[in-house]
């Protein structure tokens, strides 16, 4: 089975800056297209960003870009993402997401457990 795993999340003042670390497990990391979605309190979950499996390719949600930045270490099957400017409206639980031999993330065939982001004034 492939397993998904956050870290990095916590607690951050507006303005401040954080990286969540997504570790994967169980197959060929090169293989995945991956990103992140997020789900705020009373809130449907959200795309944030994707990089394809090259790594060359990103795409980032309107609310996050020039903010939010996603890089992927295939010799550690990690992706991360680093996260500066944060503001009270980022507060959520950031989701990593893989998709196997796939474009884009239009299909998410695996989903980490979440990890909480609170952004405080």
């Known amino acids: 089975q492939v397993q998904l795993v956050e870290s990095g999340g916590g607690l951050v003042q507006t303005g401040g800056s954080l990286r969540l670390s997504c570790a994967v497990s169980?197959?060929?990391?090169?293989?995945?297209?991956m990103g992140w979605f997020r789900q705020a309190p009373g809130k449907e979950r959200e795309f944030v960003v994707v990089i394809t499996r090259s790594g060359g390719n990103t795409y980032y949600a309107d609310s996050v870009k020039g903010r939010f930045t996603i890089s992927r270490d295939d010799a550690k099957n990690t992706v991360y993402l680093q996260m500066n400017s944060l503001k009270p409206e980022d507060t959520a639980v950031y989701y990593c997401?893989?998709?196997?031999?796939?474009?884009?993330?239009?299909?998410?065939?695996?989903w980490g457990q979440g990890t909480q982001v609170t952004v405080s004034s």
């Open positions: 169980g197959r060929t990391f090169s293989r995945y297209t």
């Open positions: 997401a893989a998709a196997y031999l796939a474009p884009t993330l239009d299909r998410v065939d695996y």
